[in-house]
């Protein structure tokens, strides 16, 4: 059975697993992407084929932000990581590795996990919201993955939410963080989105209050996409899926829209945080048929 090496790239950290072809993931790690650095990235990758699993994959399954053509693996903008625009990224792992290699949408290969093997197996048109660094989404329509002309369906992250403030710049994890390290004067850089969730369960005042504007601005967002596309169900991924409250958190905050009788379906990804992983290896492999 054909084996993948699987990387999620993210604009803070960069996820990595080996993914059988029947999607179990054997074997994962991470590590830092020095803030969105492209060229630490690929020296990272260079590491991962080279040293430890050149041996054992038959394949290299990239998932990245920016807006991706997957069919040529062409990264034409880079999102998080700038450094990608415009490269041939498929092209040049390809004959860096002499192995088969795929580019695709971070958030579409969260969503193509969900189809393959979670929650939305059985479901012919829903929305995958990833929220990270930044907000990056996807779209099935009547079980087809809508694209776009130039490649940016479900770049949610710049829908304007609030007056000129986009969905990034209210709801995304960079976000949050930022605004934290504003209001004590340090450096996001030193700190994760977890240390913020811990200060409010202490009580502490400041980060209750953006949490809480961040889970305001999300249910807009969720609410928005709910009413333009109709889907049967949104599941929402990335980092902060992965606590165990937050569904509930933001149905608290899509109850403000129970006057117009509502009933917006939304839980996390089934694969939670290695969505990326298992969605780029399940592209991988169907591109191969």
Not at 167 to 178: G, T, V
Not at 188 to 197: L, Y
Request: aromatic fraction near 12%.
């Amino acid at each position: 059975m054909n084996t993948v090496l699987s990387v999620d790239i993210g604009g803070t950290n960069v996820k990595y697993g080996l993914v059988k072809e029947n999607g179990i993931l054997i074997e994962k790690g991470i590590f830092s992407s020095k803030n969105g650095n492209g060229l630490h990235v690929l020296a990272e990758i260079d590491k991962l084929v080279q040293a430890k699993y050149q041996d054992a994959i038959s394949g290299i399954a990239i998932s990245t932000p920016g807006f991706i053509d997957a069919k040529d693996g062409l990264v034409i903008r880079g999102g998080a990581i700038k450094e990608f625009a415009n490269t041939p990224l498929k092209e040049k792992l390809t004959q860096r590795y002499k192995l088969p290699v795929t580019v695709e949408n971070d958030a579409n290969c969260a969503a193509h996990a969900e189809k393959w093997l979670g929650f939305a197996k059985d479901i012919d048109t829903f929305i995958c919201i990833t929220v990270g660094t930044g907000i990056g989404g996807a779209i099935y329509i009547e079980n087809r993955l809508l694209r776009g002309k130039n490649f940016r369906a479900g770049e949610f992250g710049s829908m304007f939410i609030d007056g000129h403030r986009n969905w990034n710049s209210l709801s995304s994890l960079k976000s949050l963080r930022q605004k934290y390290a504003r209001h004590h004067s340090m450096s996001d850089i030193n700190f994760s989105t977890e240390e913020i969730f811990s200060k409010k369960e202490t009580g502490e005042f400041y980060s209750s209050l953006i949490i809480s504007d961040f889970y305001k601005y999300l249910a807009y967002g969720v609410y928005n996409l709910f009413t333009i596309f109709d889907p049967e169900l949104i599941l929402i991924g990335g980092g902060l899926s992965q606590r165990d409250e937050f569904i509930n958190e933001l149905s608290n905050h899509l109850k403000v829209f129970n006057q117009y009788n509502e009933n917006i379906n939304i839980r996390s990804c089934r694969f939670k945080n290695d969505a990326g992983i298992i969605g780029a290896a399940y592209f991988h492999f169907k591109s191969l048929l």
